[in-house]
């Protein structure tokens, strides 16, 4: 199934998903060189976004959040992609500088989307703007 939305960041990515209802700011949020989220009030808390195809709401928090994204990557640390409701500048700035592939926009809301589910795989097209699920 083909799931349109807009391009945020271009490239391509398949891997499993880590859903998140809430907002997450990078700032504080995921430790850079673990890929573990370490804030207690995140759904997500304890689990490592590396080479997942994260999906949460959207970004929150300080503009360092770009940089952090950036740091994962460097650190080999990243979601291999990662898909919005709505993207924020912080997000997509990060995403950018960092060649993680971002959708968000999509025809159908991935938060809440009976079709999407924790650890499926998901092929993310940031070049095109669409994913596609199994």
Same mark, same amino acid.
């Given at each position: 199934m083909k799931i349109k939305g807009r391009s945020i960041s271009k490239g391509t990515a398949k891997g499993k998903v880590l859903l998140s209802k809430q907002k997450i700011s990078?700032?504080?949020?995921?430790?850079?060189?673990? &890929?573990? #989220? %370490?804030?207690k009030s995140l759904d997500i808390y304890g689990k490592n976004i590396t080479n997942r195809i994260l999906i949460f709401p959207g970004g929150k928090g300080s503009t360092v959040g !770009?940089?952090? =994204?950036?740091?994962?990557?460097?650190? &080999?640390? !990243?979601?291999?992609?990662? #898909? +919005? $409701? $709505? !993207?924020?500048?912080? %997000?997509? /700035? &990060?995403?950018i500088i960092a060649e993680i592939p971002v959708v968000d926009s999509?025809? #159908?809301?991935? =938060?809440?989307?009976?079709?999407?589910?924790?650890?499926?795989? %998901?092929? /993310? +097209? &940031?070049?095109?703007g669409y994913i596609e699920l199994p």
């Open positions: 990078f700032l504080g949020a995921v430790d850079p060189l673990t &890929g573990i #989220i %370490v804030d !770009s940089y952090v =994204i950036y740091q994962l990557k460097k650190h &080999g640390k !990243s979601p291999c992609a990662m #898909i +919005n $409701r $709505r !993207s924020d500048t912080i %997000v997509a /700035v &990060g995403a999509l025809e #159908i809301d991935p =938060i809440e989307a009976e079709q999407i589910k924790d650890d499926m795989e %998901v092929l /993310v +097209n &940031g070049t095109e």
